[in-house]
């Protein structure tokens, strides 16, 4: 995965005439935190869990981005989703730079007094790398506003109270109006975006959407309420459609309870991964990496298509697409109504102030439409796609700040 944000990255600098010099300033992590996290489990018995913090880069702020349990999480993963932030939180201009991290766990096979005890661990192991002014953690797959308030409490211990050390906690305890839903809010703007360039309005368009967690349900909602019909949902257990548009409130009731769409009654069934091929306009991966490969991207049949998830196009699925002229919102734009929120969470921790949720929502959709612009106008001028011109976008800023603060002096035309 690494290779992937690194070939996006490559491009972006070749398209700017980069230096290597230049190019292993901007690339290189500060650091790769890794921890053995050994906790009680409710039988008495030890578990070892492994945790990963990686933090890639702090030009223009902390480190910031998500924490993901997962069995897949490892040293890798973590960089490369490290990486992708630094470029994200610079896409949409929020004053951080980018970090990932996580456990490798299932968090399936734990209770919820397990999952306390595990994160109390990670908090413990990495705290002289974590805090308001150096890295505030986020959630991401399988976290959530609980684990944020765990985690709040616990380096609270140790440094006193401390309410920016993380995003995306409960609104009642110092999180933001908004935030819940600010990925999947974001989603519906980009996309709102693309469709206009293409000519077409939410109201007229179909949706399918893999990935129907936190990002993936509150897209749909959104999209729903503005009049787009999701015609197809699928996630880890199976897929769920219906021609005329699912009923989004319903699924997002039965998914509460029952933890997937799977065997959702008012519906048809098909096998999850036949999401990808679906006739619809819009397709939105909102669940892992590399869900569009080489192998499938020919039988993607929509016109656009929305990168929820982070890193769900691989680099030739991505040209392939590009050759078929579907246009793909890449994830460093599509997604970054999340940091955006959660910028707006910790800008009011710091100030000990309060916004109400249509402040919180006005601003997002300013931040993200106008990020939106800004990657079409480069986009536009350099006769790019969008990914590159997001990351062009996005390296120009980095670069600009990363040099001024260090005595290296290069001719460098960031644009
Ligand atoms: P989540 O844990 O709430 O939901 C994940 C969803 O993906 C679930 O519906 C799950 O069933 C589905 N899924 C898992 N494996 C699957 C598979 N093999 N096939 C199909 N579906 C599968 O996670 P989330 O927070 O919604 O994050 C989803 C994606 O969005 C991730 O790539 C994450 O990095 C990205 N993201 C999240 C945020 C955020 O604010 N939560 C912000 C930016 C990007």
Same mark, same amino acid.
């Not at 999480?73 to 973590?78: G, K, L, S, T, V």
């Not at 109270?161 to 933001?176: E, N, Y």
């Not at 999701?230 to 998914?255: E, I, M, S």
């Given at each position: 995965?690494?290779?992937?944000?690194?070939?996006?990255?490559?491009?972006?600098?070749?398209?700017?005439?980069?230096?290597?010099?230049?190019?292993?300033?901007?690339?290189?992590?500060?650091?790769? $935190?890794?921890?053995?996290?050994?906790?009680?489990?409710?039988?008495?018995?030890?578990?070892?869990?492994?945790?990963?913090?990686?933090?890639?880069?702090?030009?223009?702020?902390?480190?910031?981005?998500?924490?993901?349990?997962?069995?897949?999480?490892?040293?890798?993963?973590?960089?490369?989703?490290?990486?992708? @932030?630094? %470029?994200?939180?610079? +896409?949409?201009? +929020?004053?951080?730079?980018?970090?990932?991290?996580?456990?490798?766990?299932?968090?399936?096979?734990?209770?919820? !007094?397990?999952?306390?005890?595990?994160?109390?661990?990670?908090?413990?192991?990495?705290?002289?790398?974590?805090?308001?002014?150096?890295?505030?953690?986020?959630?991401?797959?399988?976290?959530?506003?609980?684990?944020?308030? %765990?985690?709040?409490?616990?380096?609270?211990?140790?440094?006193?109270?401390?309410?920016?050390?993380?995003?995306?906690?409960?609104?009642?305890?110092?999180?933001?109006?908004?935030?819940?839903?600010?990925?999947?809010?974001?989603?519906?703007?980009?996309?709102?975006?693309?469709?206009?360039?293409?000519?077409?309005?939410?109201?007229?368009?179909?949706?399918?959407?893999?990935?129907?967690?936190?990002?993936?349900?509150?897209?749909?909602?959104?999209? !729903?309420?503005?009049?787009?019909?999701? +015609?197809? $949902?699928?996630?880890?257990?199976?897929?769920?459609?219906?021609?005329?548009?699912?009923?989004?409130?319903?699924?997002?009731? %039965?998914?509460?309870?029952?933890?997937?769409?799977?065997?959702?009654?008012?519906?048809?069934?098909?096998?999850?991964?036949?999401?990808?091929? %679906?006739?619809?306009?819009?397709?939105?991966?909102?669940?892992?990496?590399?869900?569009?490969?080489?192998?499938?991207?020919?039988? $993607?049949?929509?016109?656009?298509?929305?990168?929820?998830?982070?890193?769900?196009?691989?680099?030739?699925?991505?040209?392939?697409?590009?050759?078929?002229?579907?246009?793909?919102?890449?994830?460093?734009?599509?997604?970054?109504?999340? +940091?955006?929120?959660?910028?707006?969470?910790?800008?009011?921790?710091?100030?000990?102030?309060?916004?109400?949720?249509?402040?919180?929502?006005?601003?997002?959709?300013?931040? @993200?439409?106008?990020?939106?612009?800004?990657?079409?106008?480069?986009?536009?001028?350099?006769?790019?796609?969008?990914?590159?011109?997001?990351?062009?976008?996005?390296?120009?800023?980095?670069?600009?700040?990363?040099?001024?603060?260090?005595?290296?002096?290069?001719?460098?035309?960031?644009?």
């Amino acid at each position: 995965m690494l290779e992937e944000s690194h070939h996006y990255f490559g491009r972006a600098a070749d398209v700017l005439g980069l230096s290597e010099k230049v190019r292993e300033i901007l690339i290189s992590p500060k650091r790769v $935190v890794k921890v053995e996290l050994v906790i009680e489990g409710d039988d008495g018995a030890l578990q070892h869990f492994i945790g990963f913090r990686a933090q890639h880069n702090t030009a223009r702020g902390p480190y910031k981005g998500g924490l993901r349990y997962h069995p897949s999480m490892d040293e890798d993963h973590a960089m490369a989703l490290a990486n992708l @932030m630094t %470029w994200k939180t610079a +896409v949409v201009d +929020v004053p951080f730079g980018g970090a990932k991290g996580g456990i490798d766990c299932d968090p399936s096979r734990l209770s919820r !007094a397990e999952l306390d005890r595990v994160t109390r661990a990670f908090v413990a192991q990495t705290k002289e790398v974590i805090g308001p002014t150096v890295d505030i953690p986020a959630p991401d797959v399988n976290t959530n506003a609980d684990v944020m308030a %765990w985690i709040m409490d616990e380096y609270s211990k140790y440094f006193g109270f401390s309410p920016g050390v993380v995003t995306g906690k409960p609104v009642d305890l110092f999180g933001s109006e908004g935030r819940e839903e600010a990925t999947g809010r974001g989603v519906m703007y980009a996309l709102e975006e693309a469709l206009r360039d293409r000519g077409r309005a939410l109201s007229d368009v179909s949706v399918a959407l893999q990935g129907f967690g936190n990002v993936g349900s509150h897209a749909a909602r959104l999209i !729903a309420e503005r009049g787009g019909r999701v +015609v197809a $949902v699928a996630d880890h257990a199976g897929g769920v459609a219906r021609k005329d548009g699912l009923d989004v409130p319903a699924l997002v009731d %039965w998914t509460r309870e029952h933890r997937t769409v799977a065997g959702y009654p008012d519906a048809d069934t098909f096998d999850g991964p036949d999401i990808i091929g %679906w006739e619809a306009d819009v397709l939105i991966p909102a669940a892992l990496e590399d869900a569009i490969t080489k192998e499938n991207a020919a039988d $993607v049949r929509a016109q656009v298509v929305v990168e929820a998830a982070n890193g769900p196009t691989t680099p030739e699925a991505a040209e392939i697409l590009h050759q078929r002229d579907v246009t793909v919102v890449p994830d460093i734009l599509a997604n970054a109504g999340g +940091v955006t929120v959660s910028y707006f969470e910790w800008a009011q921790n710091i100030q000990q102030f309060r916004w109400d949720r249509d402040r919180v929502t006005d601003e997002l959709e300013k931040r @993200m439409r106008a990020a939106y612009g800004a990657v079409r106008e480069v986009a536009r001028q350099k006769q790019l796609d969008l990914r590159t011109a997001a990351f062009v976008l996005a390296i120009q800023r980095v670069g600009r700040a990363a040099l001024s603060r260090q005595s290296v002096r290069e001719e460098i035309d960031f644009g």
